[in-house]
């Protein structure tokens, strides 16, 4: 059976690009306008499309109930915004985020913003199995700044930052694995097979 993937559509943005790579990881994909029905999925996706503020409007009914499935061990992928409002809040915004991650979204602090294009990830989990090249795709100005250990992945940009994030079954990363070639179409794979255990 393949992995059932319910993905949030914040109202903003192109989802096609995430949808069709994991659908090439073997996944099934829904994409839902109704945030509700993230509550009932095997396994979630929040991807990167969107402003801190205007994407938690759409989540904040369901805040609570989206936290406690994501401490009960559903599977979950993060993607730029998608990881970032799993803090508790950001610089960007004054929405509360989802509050999963303990910490602050915080601006780059780099002599050139936004990050955008290819930079290096130094990881060592599981999810970067087989991944030919560390090189992913990043198009951000903000970054997570957790208060607990929850950093797995980092990158130099005008010094080290935290890009790569997990929490029990819940993974979040600050590059854009659907914009990242082989690289991020391996770390979807990676992550589509790790979803599938966890069920």
């Not at 990881?83 to 002599?111: C, D, N, T």
């Not at 992913?136 to 957790?146: E, I, L, M, V, W």
């Not at 080290?160 to 694995?177: A, C, E, M, V, W």
């Amino acid at each position: 059976m393949a992995l059932n993937i319910t993905m949030a559509d914040y109202g903003v943005g192109n989802l096609h690009s995430i949808k069709k790579a994991l659908e090439i990881c073997g996944a099934e994909v829904e994409v839902v306008t109704d945030m509700k029905r993230l509550l009932d999925a095997e396994c979630i996706v929040l991807p990167g499309v969107g402003a801190f503020d205007k994407t938690m409007e759409r989540l904040q009914p369901y805040r609570s109930e989206i936290v406690k499935k994501l401490n009960a061990g559903t599977p979950c992928l993060g993607i730029c915004i998608g990881m970032q409002i799993m803090y508790e809040s950001s610089e960007e915004g004054a929405e509360k985020g989802l509050g999963y991650l303990g910490g602050r979204v915080v601006r780059l602090s780099a002599e050139r913003v936004p990050h955008m294009g290819w930079n290096q990830v130094q990881c060592n989990d599981k999810l970067f199995r087989g991944i030919s090249s560390p090189y992913f795709y990043f198009a951000h100005s903000f970054h997570g700044s957790p208060k607990e250990d929850v950093t797995i992945g980092t990158t130099d940009y005008f010094g080290r930052i935290p890009t790569l994030f997990r929490k029990n079954n819940t993974y979040g990363t600050q590059f854009h694995p659907e914009k990242s070639s082989a690289s991020g179409l391996a770390f979807l794979r990676n992550f589509v097979a790790f979803a599938e255990d966890q069920i």
